[in-house]
Antibody
Framework: EVQLLESGGGLVQPGGSLRLSCAASEFTFSSYAMSWVRQAPGKGLEWVSAISGSGGSTYYADSVKGRFTISRDNSKNTLYLQMNSLRAEDTALYYC????????????WGQGTLVTVSS | DIQMTQSPSSLSASVGDRVTITCRASQGISNYLAWFQQKPGKAPKSLIYAASSLQSGVPSKFSGSGSGTDFTLTISSLQPEDFATYYCQQYNSYPPTFGQGTRLEIK
């Protein structure tokens, strides 16, 4: 069974940085394209960023482009999201999600990690 | 960006009912459409991909249809565990986009 476990969330001041991690188990991680999807409190789902299985291709939502960086370490079965210049509107529950069938199909989800940007 | 519009935004139904949720894309997306179920405090769960294909382990009471711009999710014989929020999502092109959600409540 595919398992995804996010970590690294927390409270950070506006302008600060945070690095999220998503540890994968029970599947061939390198064959899965992975994404980060976020959900602001009481709101809907918003895609943030995606990365190919090899890590050679990355994609970003306009709202985070230039501030967030997605990466992966296939030797450690781990996905990352480096978040810089954080804003109040980045406050959300961040999920990692992925599929081995399509780069932006979300067959599997982690349980999420909460990021709160506030002074 | 492709806009995904779900209707209704909320829906009240009774146990045993059959309900249908619609999702419309602002441009054609072939069948690159997925449906998710989200319960309070939980991560979304994939129900359907490719507009009508059921994910492994998802009961056949869930069904999807459509192609192009108009899609539907039908849930038959509602049970208490089916009351949740449902989202559609297009994966035809970047950026992937979600509908605003349909909250299914017990009448």
């Amino acid at each position: 069974e595919v398992q995804l476990l996010e970590s690294g969330g927390g409270l950070v001041q506006p302008g600060g940085s945070l690095r999220l991690s998503c540890a994968a188990s029970e599947f061939t991680f390198s064959s899965y394209a992975m994404s980060w999807v976020r959900q602001a409190p009481g709101k809907g789902l918003e895609w943030v960023s995606a990365i190919s299985g090899s890590g050679g291709s990355t994609y970003y939502a306009d709202s985070v482009k230039g501030r967030f960086t997605i990466s992966r370490d296939n030797s450690k079965n781990t996905l990352y999201l480096q978040m810089n210049s954080l804003r109040a509107e980045d406050t959300a529950l961040y999920y990692c999600a992925g599929s081995n069938y399509d780069s932006i199909r979300f067959d599997y989800w982690g349980q999420g990690t909460l990021v709160t940007v506030s002074s | 960006d492709i806009q995904m519009t779900q209707s209704p935004s909320s829906l009240s139904a009774s146990v045993g009912d059959r309900v249908t949720i619609t999702c419309r894309a602002s441009q054609g997306i072939s069948n690159y459409l997925a449906w998710f179920q989200q319960k309070p405090g939980k991560a979304p769960k994939s129900l359907i991909y490719a507009a009508s294909s059921l994910q492994s382990g998802v009961p056949s009471k869930f069904s999807g249809s459509g192609s192009g711009t108009d899609f539907t999710l039908t849930i038959s014989s509602l049970q208490p565990e089916d009351f949740a929020t449902y989202y559609c999502q297009q994966y035809n092109s970047y950026p992937p986009t979600f509908g605003q959600g349909t909250r299914l409540e017990i009448k």
